[in-house]
C-alpha cells in the first residue's frame, strides 16, 4: 500500500473510509482499519507531513460527513454553504493535529509510537467536543462509526463517546502493528489473539449487557410521540398556523385514545411565539386538563429585559394541574442561533448572517410530566444539544427519569443530518441507561430505549405517531456520576506521553 499510492492518496482515502463508517452508511467494520492508510502515509514520508496528511483525511471525512449543513434551507445558500465549509476547515485542524502528533511521536519511537494513537485521538475528540469550549463540536466523534455495532457502543455506560472512540483507534493500532511494525513470529502470534478477545469479548460483554438492561426496569409510563412532517417554511405562514396547531392536536387525540399519559411534539412545533398567541396556550392548556395528560411542545418564547426584547429556542412544559414552565435551549448552533463571543464582544450583535440572534438558557429543567396518577419527571434537549454529552448529563444529575430529543431537522432534507442526529441520541440513552422520547417535525422520530435499541421509530419524510410504554427508574450509570473520568484520565496520560516524545531522542528505525 505505501508503494503504490502517493501518501496524499492514502490520507483521502483514511477520509473516505471514516465516511463510509458514519452515518448513514454505517458500515462499522471499515471505522476498524480506517485510519491505517494515513498512517502508513505519515511512515512513508519518513514521519513528516503528519499535520498535512491528518488535515486531508480531516477534510474528508468532515466534508463528506456534514455536506448536509450546506442544506439549511432556513437561511441563504451562500451562507449555508460558508457555514458548511467554515465547518469542515475548522475541524479538519483538529485532524491536523492528531497527524502531527502521530508523526512527532513516529519520529522518535518508530511504528511502536503508534500504540500511543488511541490515548492522542481521546484527548484531541474531547478537546474538540468540550463543552465549555465556545466552539466545541461533538457531533463528529469516533463513537457514531459503530452506531450499528449497538454492543460495542454499550462501553459508553462507562466512559462516554470517548470510551467508544478509544475502542475503535485501538483496533486500528493493534492492525497497524501487526501489518507495519517490527513484531517478532511470536508476539504477533500473541497480538493477534489480543486482537481477537478484545472484538469478540467486547460484542459478547455488549451483548449481555443489552439483556440485562433490557429486563433491569422498575416501571414504565406511556410516551406519545408526534411527527407533523409540516413544510418548515409553510407552517410559519401566519393564516396556517391555526391549521397547523389543529392538526398537531389531531394527531395527540389518537395518542391519548391509546392511553398515551405524556405527548412529545417536535422543536418549534407550535408556530409562534406562544405570549403572541394566547390563544394557543389556552388550546393547549385545555386538552391537559380535559385528557388529563401532559404536553411537551416547542416554540418560539420572548422576555424583556432593560428595554430589549431577549429571544430563546425553547420547549414548554404543559401538565394536569400544574403552571407552565419553560426551558430555553442552552446549546446553540454557532452561527447559525448565536454568534460566537458575542458576550465579549457586544458588537458582534451587529452582523447578520442569517442567524436567528437566540439567548441561551440557563438552566437544565427537569419536570413532572405524565398523568394526575402516573407521573415521571422528564428533562429535554432541543435539537443540536442532545449531541452534547456534558450538557445532557446535567438534566441527569437533576433526577430525570425520561428524557425528550425535540428537533426540526426538516431544514436538513433529505441528507445524512437526520440519521447522525438520531445516532446521537441512541449514545445519550446508553451512557445514562435512560429511555429518550426523539420527536422531529419530518423525522426520524423514535422511542429509544436504555440499551440502545429503538423500539419504535417514524421514517424520514413521513407523517405519523409513536406510543410506548417507555421503561423509567434503572441505575445510575458509572458514567452519569463520574461524567469524563475516563476521558480526562487519558488526557492526563497523553500529556506524559506528548512530554516524553518532545523530550526524547529521534529514532524513526525503532
Known sequence: MTKRFTSETLAILSGVMLTLSFPPFDMFFIAWVAWLPLWAAIQQEGWQKGFKLGFIAGFIFTLTSLNWIANNSGTSFWIASASMMGSVAYLSLWFGLFGLIISRTGRNLGSKGVWLAPVF???????????????????LSLAMTQNFAVPVLQL???????????????????????????????????????????????????????????EQHQETISVGI??????????????????HVAALMAQSKKLVADSARILIWPESAVPAHLHYYPQFDRKIRRFVETNAVSVLTGALHHEESNEEYLFYNSAFFYSPGMPVSIYSKQGLVPFAER???????????????GQANFEPGKESIVYPMGSRVEVTDLGTLICYESADPFLFRTFMNNDADLMSIITND???????????????????????????????????????????????????????????????????????????????????????????????KSNPKA
Open 410 to 504: 426538516a431544514w436538513l432534507g433529505n441528507s445524512p443530518g437526520p440519521y447522525q442526529h438520531l445516532a446521537a441520541g441512541r449514545l445519550r440513552a446508553i451512557e445514562h441507561r435512560v429511555s429518550i422520547a426523539r420527536a422531529a417535525q419530518t423525522g426520524i422520530s423514535a422511542l429509544i430505549l436504555p440499551n440502545g435499541r429503538i423500539a419504535k421509530s417514524i421514517p424520514l419524510g413521513e407523517k405519523g405517531e409513536i406510543i410506548y410504554d417507555a421503561p423509567l427508574g434503572l441505575d445510575r450509570t458509572f458514567y452519569t456520576k463520574h461524567g469524563n473520568a475516563f476521558a480526562l484520565g487519558i488526557l492526563l496520560m497523553a500529556a506524559f506521553g506528548l512530554l516524553a516524545v518532545v523530550f526524547g
Open 339 to 353: 454568534i460566537p463571543l458575542v458576550e465579549t464582544f457586544p458588537s458582534l450583535k451587529s452582523l447578520n448572517f
Open 226 to 243: 408526534v411527527q407533523t412532517n409540516l413544510n418548515p417554511h409553510e407552517k410559519w405562514i401566519r393564516s396556517k398556523k391555526s391549521e
Open 156 to 214: 459508553a455506560e462507562y466512559g462516554g463517546i470517548y470510551a467508544v472512540s478509544f475502542w475503535v483507534v485501538l483496533l486500528n493500532t493493534i492492525l497497524f502493528q501487526l501489518e507495519f511494525g517490527k513484531l517478532t513470529v511470536r508476539t504477533q502470534q500473541l497480538v493477534w489473539g489480543m486482537l481477537g478477545f478484545i472484538i469478540v469479548g467486547t460484542f459478547i460483554f455488549g451483548a449481555v449487557r443489552m439483556k440485562v438492561v433490557g
Open 121 to 139: 485521538w481521546v484527548s484531541v475528540e474531547f478537546m474538540y467536543s468540550y463543552h465549555g469550549y465556545t466552539l466545541a463540536f461533538p457531533w
